[in-house]
Nanobody, 121 residues
Framework: QVQLVEGGGGLVQPGGSLRLSCAASGSFVSIGAMGWYRQAPGKQRELVATITSGGSANYADSIKGRFTISRDSAKNTVYLQMNSLKPEDTAVYYC???????????????WGQGTQVTVSA
C-alpha cells in the first residue's frame, strides 16, 4: 500500500512564504515524476509544478519565479517552496507521484490527501 503524506500548509499573509512537503511511504521500488497540483474553490484542479526523477522541473506560468519544486530521493520526498504568496494562490494543494512496486510493472499514479493553503491579510 502506497501513501503520499503532505504537510506544511496553513494561513499566511500576502507576500509571505510556505514550504510544502510530500513523503511517499509503503511498498515500492522506484519513484518517477512527482508534482504538485492545486484546486481553488469552484475551479478545476491545475498543475503547479512537476519534477522528474532526474531533477528537471516544469512550472505553471502563474507561479514561475515565485515557487520552487525540489525532491530528496533519499527521503522519498518532494517539496514546494512558495514565496511571494498572493491571495490567488489560495487553494488545496495536492501531491502527485508515479511509483512502481516492481521493476517489471508499469508506474502507477498516486495522489495525496491535499493540504490547504490560505493567503489572506
Amino acid at each position: 500500500q502506497v501513501q503520499l503524506v503532505e504537510g506544511g500548509g496553513g494561513l499566511v499573509q500576502p507576500g509571505g512564504s510556505l514550504r510544502l512537503s510530500c513523503a511517499a511511504s509503503g511498498s515500492f521500488v522506484s519513484i518517477g515524476a512527482m508534482g504538485w497540483y492545486r484546486q481553488a474553490p469552484g475551479k478545476q484542479r491545475e498543475l503547479v509544478a512537476t519534477i522528474t526523477s532526474g531533477g528537471s522541473a516544469n512550472y505553471a506560468d502563474s507561479i514561475k519565479g515565485r515557487f520552487t519544486i525540489s525532491r530528496d530521493s533519499a527521503k522519498n520526498t518532494v517539496y514546494l517552496q512558495m514565496n511571494s504568496l498572493k491571495p490567488e494562490d489560495t487553494a488545496v494543494y495536492y501531491c502527485n507521484a508515479n511509483l512502481t512496486s516492481s521493476w517489471y510493472r508499469p508506474y502507477t499514479n498516486y495522489w495525496g490527501q491535499g493540504t490547504q493553503v490560505t493567503v489572506s491579510a
